[in-house]
């Protein structure tokens, strides 16, 4: 907003609803939730990076409160103006009661916030910490030109899901990009998500999340890098964006948004609602906290100073409280309707379960309503149906419609292509959907997120080529970290110039890239598993905002074969309905006498499903409605085996993919696959080969 003497700003009360910094013509209406506060001020500043207030304005319980509710419009005001608030209620930790007049707040609902002051230290303890606190910002969401930009609505069944960082993403030098590590330049490298042929980006959290605790490990200044510890629901992060404190936050990420529709690609964002960031009882308090602690946290019953913590992050969010069931929905619907959002995964998504004595909740209100609401019908929402307590709800999470991050996938098929003997049972049914785990309760294929690597573990790369975890740059002695990770490093540990072991890890990514794509489901894979990346072996790598997580763009021309794999592969899946069908399989007969699936060994038909030491499995899809028949044979045994191929009416299989053969001849283009002749094909050691069928 222009220059205008704050000091001389008028009010009146206000309304309640809505929560946060309401734009309106004649000025802005604010309202914030608390149900024991005795008193709060709104601060008004001048810039982003002033200390002093401009203006102090005093909520008065008779005339600025509604019931928990307190409001004052100020006239005048408008987009630009910087705000935060003091609340003033009884300092009594025993009973949950933990307000602190002299730590300045942002606004809960706030659509931005700036952090040019922002010391984490000065929220912790006593003290006032005005001249380091954060300050919210007005920003006006209708003053926007969508240019008619509308979520995308993808079917379920044909998503291919991007894991990325958005800092990550475009933060090395090598990205050559004008703004590296922020929605901008995203924007430059759509060309290259659209080549890939990915569907859908999932974004790390990009709701604010704080970034300026550091400490130094051997010279590498070490943060919160992945952003799992939210500040702010409403806010893009601030550091994702060019101008902030303009308060930017939301046209640059709808400047993103718009852009990747524009290239067909959907955009899903990681949400955080199980805990915040302001941590345990000795943690710094600037929101949830300060407002009203007892209402947004689960607290121990035995002495209330206490938080639960099922999320392993010291609280947990009261989700199902109905303010907190309210905030989260309003919270999804902000994305979704006015920033155009496409879907949602849900970190430790497994808390949103819990009543408030801890237990898990038969129907939870949270996951209920964003089940059956409205506004969210379209959005796709995906669950990691675990959490940090235990909690474990991988094929019965609460509802229908929700996607899981099915773990049982990423373990099984790491043991199978490993070379792990009596997987082929379980793997069949991961290859089938997961039908075990979803169809009994009604469940459909996409409800399972088909997933080998995610941000949390190995790189894809590492996975081949690490049987241990390498951590120490995580300065915490190596100790951080999953122990297990079902991974086999093709015989040399890290790096090698070893060319027969390189090959051999390039033809296990292959493998892997191969499975994931020809699995009923719905696959996900991760910002750079398509080059290569790597992380020297760091399955932890939370606190490195630096080379070790970022995207090497260099990877692309060095591992250009690797990438035009991925690319014909996704391209592959997305040309055959038979690999991501939208039910489970039901044994129709197409009209070549080929069920839609049947399971094979190195004979047709005899897959060995009782064999401990089987590691070969095979298995033929039945085209329908004029498509492909499909014929699929996996080798994961040393050695190459001759494996039977069915006969087919009227047809004759084509190979498209060997990844035992070197590149290209490893995957060939929609209409340049080889004729196979005969009725076997010898199919490699730890190697995946893919038939079509043609008239």
Not at 111 to 117: E, I, K, M, S
Not at 399 to 428: C, H, T
Not at 533 to 562: K, M
Not at 629 to 635: G, P, S, T
Request: some cysteine; aromatic content about 12%; proline content about 6%.
């Amino acid at each position: 907003m222009g220059e205008q003497d704050r000091s001389a700003f008028p009010t009146r009360p206000g309304r309640p609803h809505p929560l946060g910094a309401t734009v309106e013509p004649d000025g802005v209406n604010f309202a914030a939730f608390s149900q024991f506060a005795t008193g709060i001020e709104l601060l008004l500043f001048d810039r982003h990076d002033a200390v002093e207030p401009t203006r102090v304005i005093p909520l008065d319980p008779a005339r600025n409160k509604t019931f928990h509710f307190w409001h004052v419009f100020v006239e005048g005001a408008g987009p630009g103006l910087h705000y935060a608030y003091r609340v003033d209620g009884p300092w009594a930790p025993e009973d949950g009661h933990r307000f602190r007049r002299d730590k300045v707040l942002i606004d809960p609902y706030a659509r931005g916030n700036t952090t040019a002051l922002w010391s984490r230290g000065d929220a912790c303890g006593a003290g006032d910490n005005l001249p380091s606190s954060m300050r919210s910002v007005v920003i006006d969401p209708d003053r926007y030109d969508w240019e008619g930009d509308q979520p995308l609505n993808r079917p379920l069944n044909e998503t291919i899901v991007y894991e990325m960082h958005v800092g990550g993403f475009t933060r090395s030098e090598t990205s050559g990009t004008a703004e590296p590590g922020t929605f901008r330049a995203v924007i430059e490298k759509i060309p290259y998500l659209k080549e890939l042929g990915v569907t859908a980006v999932e974004l790390l959290p990009v709701c604010q999340f704080d970034d300026s605790e550091v400490r130094e490990v051997d010279g590498r200044r070490l943060t919160n890098y992945w952003g799992y510890s939210t500040v702010s629901y409403f806010s893009p992060h601030p550091r994702y964006c060019v101008t902030p404190e303009d308060g930017s936050h939301l046209d640059e990420f709808r400047d993103m948004v718009k852009a990747l529709h524009a290239a067909g690609i959907e955009v899903m964002l990681d949400v955080v609602f199980n805990h915040t960031d302001e941590g345990n009882h000795l943690g710094p308090t600037f929101n949830f906290r300060g407002f009203d602690n007892s209402t947004y946290y689960y607290l121990s019953p035995g002495d209330r100073q206490y938080y639960y913590d099922y999320t392993g992050c010291g609280n947990t969010f009261n989700c199902n409280h109905p303010i907190g069931d309210k905030l989260i929905l309003d919270c999804l619907r902000f994305w979704r309707e006015e920033m155009h959002v496409d879907g949602f995964r849900f970190d430790e998504g497994s808390v949103l379960s819990r009543g408030p004595d801890g237990a898990p909740m038969t129907y939870p209100p949270v996951l209920w309503n964003i089940e059956l609401d409205e506004p969210l019908a379209g959005a796709k929402v995906v669950a990691e149906a675990w959490d940090a307590a235990g909690l474990y709800q991988i094929g019965h999470f609460p509802g229908f419609r929700w996607g899981e991050w099915n773990g049982r996938y990423r373990d099984d098929l790491r043991r199978f292509v490993k070379g792990d003997a009596g997987m082929i049972g379980a793997v069949a049914n991961r290859i089938a959907g997961s039908a075990d785990l979803y169809q009994w309760s009604g469940h459909l294929p996409v409800n399972s997120v088909n997933f080998i690597t995610a941000h949390d573990g190995f790189t894809l790369n590492d996975l081949v080529s690490y049987d241990v975890k390498h951590n120490e740059a995580n300065g915490e002695g190596n100790r951080d970290g999953v122990d297990d990770n079902l991974s086999w490093n093709c015989g040399v540990e890290g790096a090698t110039d070893d060319p027969a072991v390189e090959a051999l890890r390039a033809r296990q990514i292959r493998n892997f890239a191969t499975l994931l794509m020809l699995s009923q489901g719905i696959p996900m894979i991760v910002m750079g598993d398509e080059v290569r990346r790597t992380q020297g072996g760091n399955n932890n790598a939370y606190c490195h905002d630096n080379p070790i997580s970022w995207f090497d763009w260099s990877l692309v021309e060095t591992n250009a074969d690797l990438f035009r794999f991925w690319k014909h592969m996704i391209a592959f899946r997305r040309r055959h309905t038979a690999v991501h069908r939208s039910r489970f399989f039901t044994g129709a007969v197409n009209d070549r006498g080929l069920p839609d699936i049947s399971w094979h060994g190195t004979d047709l038909d005899q897959p060995g499903w009782d064999d401990p030491g089987a590691r070969v499995l095979g298995f033929t899809l039945g085209g329908f409605d004029g498509e492909s028949d499909l014929h699929v044979m996996a080798n994961m045994y040393w050695a190459p085996l001759a494996m039977a191929i069915p006969p087919v009416q009227g047809r004759r299989w084509y190979r498209a993919v060997d990844t035992a053969q070197a590149p290209p001849e490893d995957i060939r283009p929609a209409g340049d696959e080889i004729r196979v002749a005969g009725d076997r094909y010898t199919v490699g050691g730890r190697s995946v080969v893919v038939l079509v069928s043609k008239d």
